[in-house]
């Protein structure tokens, strides 16, 4: 099976810009989380959908948007972008996030804010 | 988000031996899984351990949790130069849909 993919792997903007990054999740999986990870915060959640729906959000301002289609792929929107929103974003998917899911990660997407 | 913390967080072994890193949480989980990450890269996932399991054995990696004391532990034994890089662990809670991470653990084999 092919892995979690994510697209692109680098982008660099400036500061006011919108920013879509793409996941697609591995095949059958229908739950997708997105992280974000900086070297201050670590590794924090943003959100995760499964079957279309947000079933939960993490403390990120409402700049921080995402979505999740019929084929489970998914993607997350940032809008007016500023410098502390450089990071790498991380997405996952798992079967169902149930307890016996492991959690498969994609290779990130380098975001810099200029 | 309230992160787990673990320790150490750096450690430097030289090649064949035994590195040891230790995660703590701070609620009930469904399980607990660890991951590697190389230099900015994604997450690896190594293991995962269910909340009414003890010890997990993959290869060279040994996992145990205890659920009574909130903690868990990651055992490489044999370590190679190829095992240096970051080590997460991650756990799941019951009520929300998502992973919380620890602080991470660098660790280094010198060849």
């Known amino acids: 099976k092919a892995g979690v993919t994510q697209t692109p792997r680098y982008l660099i903007k400036t500061r006011g810009q919108q920013v879509t990054l793409s996941c697609s999740p591995i095949s059958g999986h229908r739950s997708v989380s997105w992280y974000q990870q900086t070297p201050g915060q670590g590794l924090q959640f943003l959100f995760e959908?499964?079957?279309?729906?947000?079933?939960n959000k993490g403390n990120f301002p409402g700049r921080f948007s995402g979505r999740q289609f019929s084929n489970s792929r998914s993607e997350m929107n940032v809008s007016t972008l500023e410098l502390g929103d450089s990071a790498l974003y991380l997405c996952a998917s798992s079967l169902t996030l149930g307890a016996k899911d492991t959690q498969y990660f994609g290779p990130g997407t380098r975001l810099t804010v200029l | 988000s309230q992160q787990g913390e673990e320790d150490p967080q750096a450690l430097s072994i030289q090649e064949g031996e035994n590195a040891t890193m230790n995660c703590s949480y701070k609620t009930s989980i469904n399980n607990l899984q660890w991951y590697r990450q190389n230099s900015g890269r994604g997450l690896v996932h190594l293991i995962l351990?269910?909340?009414?399991?003890r010890e997990k054995h993959s290869g060279r990696l040994r996992v145990t949790l205890d659920t009574s004391k909130k903690s868990s532990s990651l055992l490489i034994t044999a370590s190679r130069a190829a095992d240096t890089a970051s080590y997460f662990c991650a756990y799941l809670t019951g009520s929300a849909r998502q992973l919380t991470f620890g602080s991470g653990t660098q660790l280094t084999v010198l060849p």
């Open positions: 959908y499964f079957s279309e729906t947000q079933r």
């Open positions: 351990i269910r909340s009414n399991e």
